[in-house]
């Protein structure tokens, strides 16, 4: 789906959230960890863009261990929204291809298993 910014504005200003599929190539970065060096130019707040088949151990945590199945979560900047969502990553088999399914949801202190349909 294709949303706009002020879309999901608009479903929070109802005291809404949203649990929808993005696409794969989804433009989401990750959280950078690099303190502060003392500088006085403003530093880096995200690093690294997000790629749904290679995620970074850091800020992806492994939470549904199912047979067929690999399921996993985390927070992370996504610039169609201007805002950190939880995001799912799903992995599976389907006629020996690994296909990865992206879920996020802009509660992000919802219950996983609820976003993910588990």
Same mark, same amino acid.
């Given at each position: 789906?294709?949303?706009?910014?002020?879309?999901? #504005?608009?479903?929070?200003? /109802?005291?809404? @959230?949203?649990?929808? +599929?993005?696409?794969?190539?989804?433009?989401? $970065?990750? *959280? !950078?960890?690099?303190?502060?060096?003392?500088?006085?130019?403003?530093?880096?707040?995200?690093?690294?863009?997000?790629?749904?088949?290679?995620?970074?151990? #850091?800020?992806?945590?492994? /939470?549904?261990? @199912?047979?067929?199945? +690999?399921?996993?979560?985390?927070?992370?900047? $996504?610039? *169609? !929204?201007?805002?950190?969502?939880?995001?799912?990553?799903?992995?599976?088999?389907?006629?020996?291809?690994?296909?990865?399914?992206?879920?996020?949801?802009? #509660?992000?202190?919802?219950?996983?298993?609820?976003?993910?349909?588990?």
């Amino acid at each position: 789906m294709f949303f706009q910014k002020n879309f999901v #504005e608009q479903v929070q200003g /109802f005291n809404l @959230h949203l649990v929808n +599929k993005h696409r794969n190539d989804a433009d989401l $970065s990750y *959280f !950078s960890n690099i303190a502060e060096i003392g500088r006085k130019c403003r530093t880096k707040k995200y690093a690294e863009m997000v790629d749904a088949k290679s995620l970074n151990p #850091e800020h992806f945590k492994r /939470f549904e261990d @199912h047979s067929s199945i +690999k399921t996993f979560s985390g927070i992370v900047y $996504s610039k *169609f !929204s201007g805002r950190n969502n939880l995001h799912i990553v799903e992995e599976f088999q389907i006629k020996g291809k690994t296909i990865s399914q992206l879920l996020f949801s802009t #509660e992000t202190d919802c219950a996983l298993f609820a976003v993910a349909g588990i």
